[in-house]
């Protein structure tokens, strides 16, 4: 059992209390990515309660607001908002997440309890495009390993190094074609590839060919960029299958969330040379990646930072700041998490 907090923890924990007694709770879990940047933006409008930095255990500090803390900035760091933490904030009604999607929160438990959320929605969506259309270039012309193959000395002949692939012409079907996948069909329509795509629902004012089954569309694609959010309906549902349909001259590019690709089968698809390669930003067991993803030449890794510019990060902190601030004020907040987003 956990043992309650002295009242000296308590005095402790709430102590910024004194310092800023009229300004709204904000309750921060954990640390944003680049926080030093936007604290004071931050911290002007909002007492911040930082577990964090705190000494004491999260579910003692958490008892110390309990019955106070009315909105909460929550970041995806391999951790779920789920139940057991939402039990212990009886008072919380608001939680912004700093991210697009929300498969790391319980959204079914918020509602039950009451309490509404908020995402970023297409702050990121510019940047994660341009990663997406990065790793798509770099796998076709085999930039990264390229250099690998320079800095190693052997050579700059044009005979030294196998030749890459032309990116115009290349048929493209996208994963998703939301805010993110629409900005990259933007892109890779300006180097002349040809756009298909999948999604929830045909979208009737664009001209892109729609395909409803996936293994339709991957066959009929020369490569997949995905670009979709993880839902309990997008687990996996680049499998096996897929791969196949896809085929040896096949490439995949993900810039969406990792579990949504049976990794296992990706990387025996890669290892196999069932697929021509693969660019992911994102992983099925974050930080963990597969250690034959690592020796492979036809792959381009990156450590989940398609959304890192100061540029998405500004305007994702202004999403959330005007989130706060309509919540605050009685007023319908600006990004709301629907239950069918």
């Given amino acids: 059992m ?44 909002f007492h911040l309660l930082k577990a964090w930095e705190s000494p004491l255990p999260l579910d003692q500090f958490l008892m ?12 995806r760091v391999n951790t779920q908002l789920n139940a057991d933490i939402l039990c212990q904030l009886p008072a919380l009604k608001l939680i912004v997440t700093s991210s697009a999607g929300v498969n790391h929160i319980d959204v079914v438990e918020c509602r039950r309890r009451g309490i509404s959320e908020t995402n970023v929605t297409n702050a990121y969506s510019e940047d994660v495009a341009d990663m997406a259309v990065g790793l798509f270039i770099d796998v076709y012309r085999k930039i990264s390993a390229a250099d690998r193959f320079v800095r190693q000395g052997l050579g700059t002949g044009k005979r030294n190094y196998p030749p890459g692939n032309k990116l115009g012409g290349k048929r493209v079907g ?18 002349g590839c040809i756009i298909s795509y999948n999604s929830r629902s045909k979208k009737p004012s664009l001209s892109y060919s729609f395909y409803s089954n996936l293994c339709e569309l991957a066959a009929n694609s020369d490569a997949l960029v995905i670009c979709c959010g993880l839902t309990v309906q997008t687990h996996h549902i680049i499998n096996k299958e897929v791969l196949s349909a896809l ?39 974050e930080p963990h990646v597969p250690d034959e993803l690592l020796a492979l030449d036809n792959v381009v890794l990156s ?23 309509a919540f605050f004020s009685n007023k319908p907040l600006v990004t709301p998490v629907l239950m069918d987003d």
């Fill in 247 to 285: 085929g040896r001259e096949g490439v995949i590019v993900n810039v969406g969330r990792g579990p949504v690709i049976d990794e296992k089968e990706l990387v025996k698809s890669l290892v196999n040379r069932e697929i021509r390669g693969a660019g992911l930003d994102v992983f099925e067991n």
């Fill in 174 to 191: 996208i994963v998703g074609l939301g805010s993110i996948g629409l900005e990259v069909a933007k892109r890779l329509e300006a180097f």
């Fill in 2 to 45: 956990t043992p309650m907090p002295s009242q000296l923890q308590i005095h402790a924990a709430a102590n910024d209390d004194v310092r800023s007694p009229d300004l709204p709770q904000l309750l921060i879990i954990h640390q944003p990515v680049d926080f030093a940047r936007f604290e004071s933006q931050f911290s002007k409008k």
């Fill in 303 to 325: 450590p989940h930072r398609a959304i890192l510019t100061p540029e998405s990060m500004q305007s994702s902190n202004e999403v959330m700041m005007a989130n706060l601030e």
């Fill in 64 to 75: 110390s607001y309990a019955g106070s803390v009315k909105a909460m900035l929550f970041r």
